[in-house]
């Protein structure tokens, strides 16, 4: 497997970009509920300073092979509308996470995570080989657990008081997996909750997916949660 290089993912509801600094004026929109802070590790994202210096970290873990962030795209209102990426990339085991992941939110439980992890999944799996994806979210966290349990994400364990948030509680960390071998299984299960949400993918949607899949050739130095980080 190559390295993961910056790509754009296109789907029906959302495009999911290489993220840059360009998109901040948006994410800070984005971010205004403080309600989607409660679970993830950077604090509230709200203002200016925050957002700035989380999408400069993400761009410097992306230049250093481990992360490869993105910005979501709502395709109807062309708008960043909350961020997602490829974590803790290990190449010689072929296997990954995808984390770092929210929404503003007028877009929870819109299809918009649900075509988010189809997209990344897929990727992960069917263009680069990947044997396992992980996934991370706070015990605390029932929306996010539901979420992928529904998935199909299979429960692994817990890390005990793992980390320390910044309001001060100890948070323990379950962890969740699919691997290649469940993948098609998964795959199924998502394009059939997908056409619920009035998708209407055709069956050879997947196929059509690999010429919309684009490297991106963009400049980067120019122009409730759902956390599972």
């Known amino acids: 497997m190559q390295g993961l290089r910056p790509v754009t993912l296109e789907g029906k509801l959302i495009r999911l970009e290489p993220l840059t600094k360009w998109h901040a004026p948006d994410l800070l929109k984005a971010a205004r509920d403080e309600s989607i802070w409660k679970y993830m590790f950077y604090g509230n994202l709200a203002e200016p300073l925050a957002m700035n210096t989380f999408i400069s970290h993400a761009i410097r873990l992306r230049d250093a092979g481990s992360d490869l962030p993105f910005a979501v795209i709502h395709k109807a209102t062309d708008q960043a509308i909350g961020c997602t990426r490829f974590r803790d990339i290990c190449l010689k085991h ?15 439980r819109s299809g918009v995570n649900l ?30 657990r539901q979420s992928l349990e529904k998935m199909g994400a299979v429960p692994e364990g817990i890390l005990r008081r793992s980390a320390i948030m910044p309001d001060g509680v100890i948070r323990d960390t379950l962890i969740y997996s699919i691997l290649d071998t469940e993948w098609a299984a998964v795959k199924q299960n998502l394009e059939q909750r997908m056409e619920r949400f009035n998708h209407n993918y ?3 949607y997947l196929q059509g997916l690999t010429g919309l899949a684009k490297l991106d050739q963009l400049k980067f130095d120019k122009p409730l949660t759902t956390d599972y980080s």
């Open 94 to 108: 072929f296997k990954l996470e995808i984390g770092g992941t929210w929404y503003a939110s007028d877009y929870q």
């Open 115 to 144: 075509e988010s992890k189809y997209l990344l999944m897929r990727h992960a799996f069917e263009t680069f080989g990947i044997l396992r994806v992980q996934f991370k979210t706070d015990i605390r966290n029932l929306r996010s």
């Open 202 to 204: 055709p069956p050879d």
